[in-house]
């Protein structure tokens, strides 16, 4: 398991239509691109996943689509991860950045939690967002991964009842999800 992990994108535009090509854009150059600014600020880039996103815009009353990539970041400080989200940040044009640093579930600083379920296209994603406005308050919005359609939600650990049952909404079933505990922040 890592330190920590960056969700991020290099896209600026809002995109609306699932069939959009802009999200079949791999990300490679901007993997590249974020391993070294990783690098260069003295922590070690390790994997990184291709994401498809759906995020709840308040400003469109709307879900929007985002293909993105999760960073795994080892040897990082909490200093260092927000720094790096920063910088990943201004370099892309991004109005935030997500982090979420591992801890023990007992650390005082476990207030977020990130819950990862087999099995959950990005359709479900996307139409369940639609459908429940208490978990697109909490949630924000959510990514599968590209390969293996792994689901991954971060929150609060105070909402975790209502990642729970918006997992259930979509089919999931939580006895199948992996909940694991940290510090979450969007830097922006």
């Known amino acids: 398991m890592p330190d920590a992990e960056i969700f991020a994108t290099n896209n600026t535009a809002v995109i609306t239509d699932p069939q959009d090509p802009r999200l079949n854009t791999p990300l490679l150059r901007f993997a590249c691109e974020v391993r070294g600014v990783i ?3 003295g922590a070690d880039p390790e994997q990184s996943s291709l994401l498809d996103g759906v995020f709840w815009s308040s400003d469109l ?3 929007t689509y985002e293909r993105s990539r999760e960073f795994d970041v080892d040897d990082v ?3 260092q991860l927000r720094d790096i989200a920063e910088l990943v ?3 892309f044009e991004q109005e935030s950045v997500l982090t979420f640093e591992y801890l023990p579930a007992e650390s005082p600083r476990a207030t977020a939690v990130e819950v990862e379920l087999p099995g ?5 994603l996307h ?3 639609v459908a429940d406005p208490e978990a697109r308050d909490v949630l924000f919005g959510g990514s599968v991964t590209v ?3 792994k689901l991954i939600l971060v929150a609060d650990r105070a909402d975790t009842a209502v990642v729970q049952r918006f997992v259930g909404t ?3 079933d939580w006895s199948q999800a992996t909940v694991y505990y940290g510090a979450r922040e969007f830097v922006g």
Request: aromatic share 4%; glycine share 24%; net charge positive.
């Open 39 to 41: 690098w260069a600020s």
């Open 61 to 63: 009353q709307a879900a």
């Open 77 to 79: 400080t909490p200093g």
């Open 89 to 91: 940040r201004k370099r």
């Open 120 to 124: 959950v296209d990005v359709t479900r």
């Open 127 to 129: 139409d369940g967002l």
């Open 147 to 149: 390969r293996g359609g």
């Open 170 to 172: 979509l089919g999931g």
